[in-house]
Nanobody, 127 residues
Framework: QVQLVESGGGLVQAGGSLRLSCAAS????????MGWFRQAPGKEREFVAR????????AYTDSVKGRFTISRDNAKNTVYLQMSSLKPEDTAVYYC????????????????????WGQGTQVTVSS
């Protein structure tokens, strides 16, 4: 079992920055590839970014490329999402998730392959 707790959300003006953190506990954190997803009101949960267990591979959805950066610190059992140049359309609840599935055996947007989820943190970007 892996427990995930997100933090760092809040209200920010368009063009601003936030850094989300996701602290993991339980099983060995470095065994898991990690992902960030978001869900806006009335919309389905969507993929934002993912990072491999070692941190050597990352992937992003097109709408955040060049603005968001995912990283991890296995010594601290934490994954981060640095968000810059935020836009109102980035407003959503952001979730981190962990998967034991091989990086190459799933598409980034395959939510069903993520075994563990956090409770989410709200990000609101005002125009």
């Amino acid at each position: 079992q892996v427990q995930l707790v997100e933090s760092g959300g809040g209200l920010v003006q368009a063009g601003g920055s936030l850094r989300l953190s996701c602290a993991a506990s339980g099983r060995t954190f470095s065994n898991y590839n990690m992902g960030w997803f978001r869900q806006a009101p009335g919309k389905e949960r969507e993929f934002v970014a993912r990072i491999s267990w070692s941190g050597s591979s990352t992937a992003y959805t097109d709408s955040v490329k060049g603005r968001f950066t995912i990283s991890r610190d296995n010594a601290k059992n934490t994954v981060y999402l640095q968000m810059s140049s935020l836009k109102p359309e980035d407003t959503a609840v952001y979730y981190c998730a962990a998967t034991a599935r091989s990086w190459y055996l799933m598409r980034p947007e395959d939510l069903q392959h993520y075994n563990y989820w956090g409770q989410g943190t709200q990000v609101t970007v005002s125009s």
